[in-house]
C-alpha cells in the first residue's frame, strides 16, 4: 500500500511538473520569437540610420548655396521694410492670410512635422473672427494632421515630397499653383524647420508679401526702373526662392532627425535584445533544473 501510494504520488509530481514543463517550454517559445522580431527590428533601424545619414550628408551639401536664394529675398523685404507695412495694413482691416506648411510625406523622424502642425493649430485656433485663412500643406504628413479638424481651411496639398531632394523646379511648382488658385492673399507665412545642428533645429516662420504690399511701400521708390511688370515678376520669382529655401532646411532638418531617431531606436533595440536574452536564459535554466528535479525525485521514489 505504501508502495502504491507513493508510486500515485510521483505520478502526480510528474503530470504537474509536466504541466509546468510544457507552460516554460510554450514561454521559452514566445521569448525566442520576441527576441528575433527584436533582432530583425534592429537591422531595420540600423539600415535606415546609414540611409539617413547619407542622404543628410548631401542635403547639407546642399543647404548652403540654397540659403542664398532665401536670404536673397528676405534681404529686399527688409531693406523696403515691406514686412513691417504688411504688419501694420494688417492691424487696418487686412483679412485675408496665407499659411504654407513645409513638411514631407515621410515619417519616423521624430517631432519635425508635428511641430509645423502644431504651430498651425495655434494660429487657426487662435485666429480672429473677421480674419480669412487659407493654407497649403507641401507634404501628407501636415495635411493629415489638419484634415480631420481643420480641412475648411486648406487650399492646396502637395504629395510625393520626401523621396527626392527638393529641386527649385518643385518649389516653381508649388508657387505657381499658389499663384494661380485665385485666392489673393493679403499676407502670409511660410512655416518650416530650419537646420541649426544635427540634434537641433527651430521651427520658423518666413512671411510673405503681397505685390499690392510692395507697390504701396514708399521705401520702393529707392530702386530706380522698377515698374509693375519687373516687380510683379520678382514678386512671383521670389515667392518661388522662399519655398525653395524652406524645403531645403526642412529636408536637411528631417534627414539630421530621422539619423537622430534611428540611432535612439537602434540601441533601445539593444538594451530589449538584452533584457530578452537574460529572460531566455534564465527561464531556460529553470526548465533544465526542473527536469532535474524530476529525475532524481523519480529515482528516489523507485
Known amino acids: 500500500m505504501l508502495r502504491q501510494g ?5 505520478a502526480a509530481v510528474a503530470n504537474a511538473n509536466g504541466v509546468d514543463q510544457q507552460r516554460g517550454m510554450a514561454t521559452l517559445k514566445d521569448i525566442s520569437i520576441r527576441l528575433k522580431s ?37 534681404a ?9 507695412a504688411t504688419a ?46 487659407k493654407v497649403v500643406c507641401i507634404g501628407d504628413k501636415s495635411k493629415a494632421s489638419l484634415q480631420r479638424l481643420h480641412s ?16 527649385f ?23 518650416f524647420n530650419r537646420f541649426k ?8 516662420k518666413l512671411p510673405l508679401v503681397s505685390l499690392e504690399s510692395i507697390k504701396a511701400n514708399e521705401k520702393l521708390a529707392a530702386y530706380d526702373s522698377v515698374d509693375d511688370d519687373v516687380l510683379k515678376s520678382y514678386t512671383e520669382y521670389s515667392l518661388a526662392q522662399l519655398i525653395y529655401f524652406a524645403l531645403k532646411e526642412g529636408a536637411t532638418s528631417e534627414q539630421s532627425s530621422r ?26 535554466q529553470a526548465v533544465i533544473t526542473r527536469e532535474l528535479i524530476e529525475i532524481i525525485s523519480g529515482a528516489a521514489c523507485v
Open 6 to 10: 507513493a508510486s500515485r504520488l510521483t
Open 38 to 74: 527584436v533582432k530583425n527590428i534592429q537591422k531595420i533601424t540600423k539600415s535606415m540610420k546609414m540611409v539617413a545619414a547619407a542622404k543628410y550628408a548631401k542635403a547639407e551639401r546642399d543647404l548652403k548655396p540654397a540659403r542664398v536664394y532665401g536670404e536673397g529675398a528676405r
Open 76 to 84: 529686399f523685404y527688409d531693406n523696403i521694410g515691406a514686412a513691417d
Open 88 to 133: 501694420t495694413e494688417a492691424a487696418s482691416g487686412n483679412k485675408k492670410k496665407l499659411l504654407v506648411l513645409v513638411t514631407s510625406d515621410r515619417g519616423l523622424c521624430g517631432g519635425v512635422h508635428s511641430s509645423i502642425a502644431k504651430e498651425a493649430k495655434l494660429i487657426l485656433n487662435n485666429k480672429p473672427a473677421d480674419v480669412e485663412y
Open 152 to 167: 475648411e481651411y486648406l487650399l492646396l496639398t502637395a504629395n510625393d515630397i520626401g523621396r527626392q531632394p527638393p529641386t
Open 169 to 191: 523646379e518643385d518649389a516653381s511648382i508649388v508657387a505657381n499653383a499658389i499663384l494661380n488658385s485665385g485666392y489673393e492673399y493679403d499676407e502670409g507665412e511660410i512655416i
Open 197 to 204: 545642428t544635427v540634434v537641433s533645429y527651430d521651427t520658423t
Open 259 to 284: 539619423m537622430t531617431a534611428m540611432d535612439g531606436a537602434s540601441k533601445n533595440a539593444g538594451e530589449m535584445i538584452d533584457k530578452l536574452t537574460l529572460q531566455f536564459n534564465r527561464t531556460r
